[in-house]
């Protein structure tokens, strides 16, 4: 006989049918707030964000077998799950336990979407979290509970108030590992206070977590009933966004694209970054000043009678005028400003140090334009927040400069707004990001100094010369004959009646430039003014002949660029090191040898060979007098 209870028969229950539209619809408009981690090193800003992951259940199956598997085999906390090598993806990262680059996850709650950025803690990689925190609304700075607040803490809080991040969380971290001590907590609070109130930082959120067992991150713990504010992600949920205060601010829009698909339609395309539009709204376009009123608004939807800040759209003006990438369409009641010189703080970026003098190209939201950094007027010790005596700025050091850009553009200051007052520096020649920077405001000079209108123009002075101006720019190593070769240049233009002015190198540092070194700094600087000075001569109809090492290709480059099209020659005179020590004409090789002379060219500080110059003059293939009769064969053209 069976004894078993026959099992009762139990009728499916019916799967609630999920509404895929109405979800997306809900998931489209919820809030996205960016946010970064940082702090010193092992504070738990990885563990924090695997935690996030783990908890707002992001992290597929296949994903967590094998976070399992790797937490084992090269995690730091014996058999349980090592949330940080959810984020740690660079193997040089898994190896030494720490985070190099910017890492960015995405997750979301029932309330809103979120975007973090897990930024390194040493200081060698502070670039690295100054790209983090340059697009976040929130910090979270994370304090380890047994350490306290240290150097990177101090350093970090104060980057985060640089880049003008408002919301900052002082996450106290592995709480777990002192016993949940209330006094402890409220011992580093009270230091942090201290110094976030010397760097203008009034209002934080101070909390106690332990990110690796989860308590006070995605709900309250037990474990800390002394605490009585909101979790982690609570706070991360019901904090205000920024994008909500930029819609208050007036319309801008910088125009990263012209939409002319057919001769019927002409838009203008960008994204929002401050302000509300609508049709009919008048706008005035920068930096030239036109102004117009708005026909249409175009989103990714299609036809919109309203727009604002965070959306892409395309806009259409009532009247023909001219716009183009690069110019900032505004609210035409209250327009943004025009300069071409600002006082700004820069981020040193790159390995090689910065150079007063050197152009670089200057991105501001969508335009690009020539700029100029000078001597830095302090640096910024982060760590004790004074400002030093400084003549340059190495990788990640951080100071306040002027600079001046080759034509006036649109912005505003950072603090206003980041899309009009946060801009990179790039190298010319290599296009590298260089520097990151952040506006404070212009130069008064730079809205009293206009051009002056000249009735007599440039091509009247040389057409009176009966010539075209141009520039000789001989470069090479000392001893490779320069100035022997310029010296016949403008002999032989002067015996064929051609206005001409010769500059040697050694004759401008008697007078111009006889407060210049020959550190890097200083042959910077004595390239631009001299290339400035020779602008100038051609403006008046001259040739202007030179003769200077001018050792960089940059500084080349910009003269260049000074000059109207075709009128500048870079003229390479190539003479191997070897027979330019042997000649040695003024004794400088052997000063140099002996190490009497500090950073000459070609013995301890670098020559930048031309990678294409106009004319090359090989010195161990022809003589001096062959080399000027090409010279002049080239400026003058065939006879």
């Known amino acids: 006989m069976n004894d078993a209870v026959p099992a009762m028969a139990v009728a499916p229950q019916p799967i609630p049918e999920l509404d895929i539209d109405a979800y997306l619809e809900r998931h489209l408009h919820k809030g996205l707030l960016g946010f970064i981690t940082c702090g010193s090193v092992d504070d738990g800003k990885s563990t924090l964000i695997g935690r996030l992951l783990y908890d707002s259940k992001l992290i597929y199956e296949d994903q967590l077998a094998t ?34 680059d910017v890492a960015y996850r995405f997750f979301s709650t029932e309330r809103r979407k979120f975007i973090v950025a897990d930024t390194p803690g040493h200081e060698q990689y502070t670039r690295n979290m100054v790209t983090g925190a340059s697009t976040a609304d929130l910090a979270v700075i994370l304090v380890d509970a047994r350490k306290g607040i240290l150097t990177q803490t101090r350093r ?60 006070n991150v995605s709900s309250l713990s037990a474990r800390m009933p002394w605490y009585r504010g909101p979790s982690l992600i609570e706070h991360l949920e019901n904090v205000p966004l920024d994008a909500d205060s930029a819609q208050k601010q007036p319309f801008r829009m910088p125009v990263q694209w012209v939409n002319r698909p057919n001769s019927e339609f002409r838009g203008y395309t960008g994204l929002v970054s401050a302000g509300r539009i609508q049709i009919g709204d008048k706008i005035r376009v920068l930096p030239s000043g036109r102004g117009s009123a708005i026909s249409r ?3 990714p939807g299609g036809e919109t009678s309203h727009a604002f800040a965070g959306q892409s759209i395309t806009l259409c003006f009532q009247d023909e005028i001219d716009c183009s990438r690069g110019d900032v369409i505004a609210s035409a009641m209250a327009p943004p400003q025009v300069a071409d010189q600002f006082e700004a703080t820069i981020v040193w970026m790159s390995e090689e140090p910065m150079l007063a003098g050197r152009p670089y190209w200057l991105k501001l939201g969508t335009a690009t334009v020539g700029a100029t950094i000078y001597s830095p007027k302090y640096e910024i010790n982060v760590n004790t927040l004074e400002h030093l005596a400084a003549k340059t700025l190495a990788m990640n050091a951080i100071g306040v400069c002027n600079l001046a850009t080759d034509r006036p553009i649109v912005y505003e200051p950072y603090a206003d707004n980041r899309d009009l007052g946060g801009f990179i520096l790039i190298d010319r020649l290599s296009n590298a990001t260089v520097a990151a920077g952040l506006l404070h405001f212009a130069l008064r000079r730079s809205q009293n100094i206009h051009w002056q209108a000249l009735e007599v123009s440039r091509d009247s002075r040389a057409a009176l010369k009966n010539q075209r101006p141009a520039v000789l720019w001989l470069t090479g190593l000392s001893g490779a004959g320069k100035s022997t070769i310029a010296n016949l240049v403008d002999k032989k233009l ?34 631009r003014r001299i290339g400035e000075v020779a602008r100038l001569m051609t403006d008046a109809g001259v040739i202007v002949i030179t003769a200077f090492i001018s050792p960089f290709r940059a500084e080349r480059q910009m003269v260049r660029e000074m000059m109207q099209p075709g009128e500048f020659f870079e003229v390479f005179i190539d003479t191997p090191l070897a027979e330019a020590e042997a000649r040695d004409v003024k004794g400088l090789y052997r000063k140099a040898r002996a190490g009497q002379l500090a950073n000459f060219t070609g013995i301890a500080s670098p020559y930048e060979v031309p990678v294409a110059p106009d004319i090359h003059i090989d010195t161990t293939q022809m003589s001096a007098e062959e080399a000027a009769t090409l010279i002049v064969e080239r400026l003058l053209g065939p006879s």
């Open 67 to 100: 976070l399992e598997s790797d937490s084992k085999r090269i995690g730091t906390q014996g058999h349980n799950i090592d949330f940080a090598l959810l984020v740690d993806g660079l193997a040089a990262e898994r190896e030494q336990g720490i985070t190099i």
């Open 156 to 215: 970090h809080s104060f980057l985060v108030h640089l880049l003008g991040i408002r919301h900052v969380v002082l996450a106290v971290n592995k709480m777990d590992m002192i016993d949940y001590d209330e006094a402890r907590f409220d011992a580093i609070v009270a230091d942090y206070q201290a110094f976030a109130a010397s760097i203008d930082v009034r209002d934080f959120l101070a909390l106690p977590i332990s990110a690796l067992v989860g308590d």
């Open 297 to 299: 608004i175009l989103g």
């Open 494 to 527: 002067n015996r064929m009646n051609r206005h001409t002015f010769l500059w040697d190198g050694d004759n401008v540092r008697h007078g111009l430039n006889r407060d210049l070194g020959f550190t890097d700094a200083d042959r910077v600087e004595n390239v």
